[in-house]
């Protein structure tokens, strides 16, 4: 499998430590975010990465340049923003492959990458994501899933107490793209999945695995004292 890692974040939670960087870039102990996420992905067997950047993305390459513990990294450049959307689609055009893991660049969810493609294959959907059940639901948004196992619905972050959010890792097929026409500018979350999910069908690939957000200043805190001291 290869990856797409949508890095170009500004970080304006987090200004007070990446004014001069990239959100992903981020210290945690002494290595940036971005290593940490790097290393779950080798240890996962990924073969390949695309970096989808954009804000001061020459201090991404600077740091990891072409190769990251063997794992070869290329980088899609955003020339104007694209979102989330239009970020994964340009990345996605530099691969030939039709099926691909996407992870966001300020959250660790180590879920089982294999064992969410095996059920991505086996369910022969466009779009699968990987779920969190989380305390509070309410700073996240949360995503609803019936019995069968397909995303149904997204709740706004208003609504509180437990439940399964969005952990920021997608395993998707090249065809998605091609069954919607989006503007260059996009949204993947907002313009393009949740106004088409009873069309979609996502499956939900639902994980207890280890989950963090740095891109909220509290987690970024707790990201220190959890992976920044290994």
Not at 54 to 61: E, G, H, L, R
Not at 96 to 114: K, M, P
Not at 131 to 154: E, M, P
Not at 171 to 184: C, E, H
């Amino acid at each position: 499998m290869k990856a797409i890692v949508l890095a170009g974040g500004l970080g304006t939670r987090l200004a007070h430590v990446t004014s001069e960087s990239p959100k992903p870039m981020a210290p945690i102990g002494s290595r940036p975010f971005l290593e940490y996420l790097l290393d779950y992905l080798v240890e996962q067997d990924i073969e390949a990465a695309v970096l989808a950047v954009s804000y001061k993305w020459q201090v991404i390459c600077e740091h990891f340049s072409y190769d990251y513990r063997g794992m070869p990294l290329t980088y899609s450049v955003e020339d104007e923003p694209l979102g989330t959307g239009g970020a994964m689609k340009q990345a996605l055009e530099t691969l030939s492959d039709d099926e691909v893991v996407v992870q966001n660049g300020d959250t660790l969810f180590r879920v089982d990458l294999q064992g969410m493609a095996d059920r991505h294959r086996s369910g022969a959907r466009r779009l699968s994501m990987a779920l969190k059940q989380v305390a509070d639901s309410g700073r996240f948004g949360r995503v609803q899933v019936s019995n069968n196992g397909v995303i149904t619905n997204f709740l706004e972050k208003a609504t509180n107490g437990p439940g399964w959010i969005n952990g920021g890792v997608y395993m998707l097929n090249r065809q998605l793209f091609s069954d919607f026409q989006m503007p260059q500018s996009f949204s993947f979350e907002k313009d393009l999945v949740e106004p088409n999910i009873a069309r979609i069908q996502p499956l939900a690939f639902q994980s207890d695995a280890y989950f963090i957000d740095m891109g909220i200043p509290e987690d970024y805190r707790r990201a220190q004292l959890e992976i920044g001291a290994n």
